[in-house]
């Protein structure tokens, strides 16, 4: 049974963007629906570390080399991709104009809209197959049914979530009063197949993983599964978000941005790139998005993050 580790899978994005001709700056131009601008300059791009929690800082450039290729395919602009430490730095970075664009996790935004507000959302960065949905999961027989039963029991949390997971985890015991790793024990365990036949196994008491995890492993595991139940589970997170400060860029270039990245969804070849990084499209920020920040907020705000 496949068993790919994001990691691994990374590694294997790394080599191909490395070594792959769709990556090449001699692409074919019938390909490309805009000429480089070289008046445009080059547009930094800065990106919460945790974004790749799992992939070195030296591997970072390489692995965001289909980022790179699609915005220039689409728009004729050249970025340059900056690994920030955390969302705080990165929105300081952006005031001060170091740099042009910041990609955020949707929680974080929100958490840092208020402080900084001439933060504003460009665009989101979506994987419609994967979406961004926690859940703690339970043998059917333990009777936990809410973060108050976790105290001093063991959570396995997979090296392959995403942070939504992590701070859906933290936030759930962080309103009772304790950091998440304070209130019950927290092991790292190696994929969610795993974690997940250890709760079965009764190894370990319950294990957070991701929608699309779970239904993975009940479409594999069908009756192994049946002995667990979905505990607690968090609505779905807002994709990634794509953010600039309107007095450091021209309207024309974010304009052109926004148009070039939100169609590349009709372009095969920034198609195929976009899945090398585990995206679907960029899509145009929804209506009533600033509520949607507001709640978000209030419920996840960023020292949630911070106590796992």
């Known amino acids: 049974m496949r068993r790919l580790l994001l990691s691994t899978s990374f590694i294997y994005f790394a080599v191909f963007a490395l070594n792959s001709p769709v990556v090449s700056a001699k692409a074919d131009p019938a390909t490309m629906p805009m000429e480089r601008d070289s008046k445009q300059g080059l547009m930094k791009i800065g990106l919460t570390s945790s974004l790749f929690r799992d992939l070195p800082d030296a591997l970072l450039q390489i692995v965001m080399k289909p980022f790179s290729a699609v ?4 728009t004729g602009m050249s970025g340059s991709l900056v690994s920030v430490k955390d969302a705080r730095l990165l929105a300081q970075q952006m005031e001060s104009n170091n740099l ?7 929680h974080e935004f929100a958490a840092l809209k208020a402080k900084h507000p001439g933060l504003t959302p460009l665009m989101l960065a979506v994987n419609s197959s994967q979406p961004l949905e926690s859940m703690l999961i339970v ?3 333990k009777k936990i049914k809410g973060a108050s039963d976790l105290a001093g029991k063991t959570v396995l949390i997979p090296k392959t979530v995403r942070e939504c997971s992590y701070v859906f985890a933290s936030r759930q015991c962080t309103v009772l009063g304790r950091p998440f790793r304070n209130y019950c024990k927290v092991l790292v365990a190696n994929d969610p197949e795993d974690a997940l036949d250890q709760i079965v196994d009764g190894q370990a008491d319950g294990v957070v993983v991701e929608r699309h995890q779970w239904e993975y492993y ?3 595991k069908p009756g192994r599964s049946k002995n667990l139940v979905v ?3 968090s609505e779905p997170f807002p994709p990634a978000i794509i953010a ?3 007095a450091n860029l021209k309207k024309d270039s974010v304009d052109r941005f926004r148009n070039g990245m939100v169609s590349a969804k009709k ?9 090398m990084i585990r995206l679907s499209s960029f899509e145009s920020i929804p209506d009533n998005f600033d509520k949607t920040l ?3 907020a209030i419920k996840y705000p960023i020292e949630a993050s911070e106590s796992k």
Do not use: T
């Open 71 to 74: 915005m220039e395919q689409q």
């Open 100 to 106: 042009q664009l910041g990609v955020f996790h949707s």
């Open 139 to 141: 043998r059917q027989d």
């Open 218 to 220: 009940k479409e594999e």
């Open 231 to 233: 505990a607690i589970s």
């Open 244 to 246: 600039y400060v309107p």
């Open 267 to 275: 372009n095969p070849r920034a198609a195929d790139l976009l899945k």
């Open 294 to 296: 507001v709640d978000l």
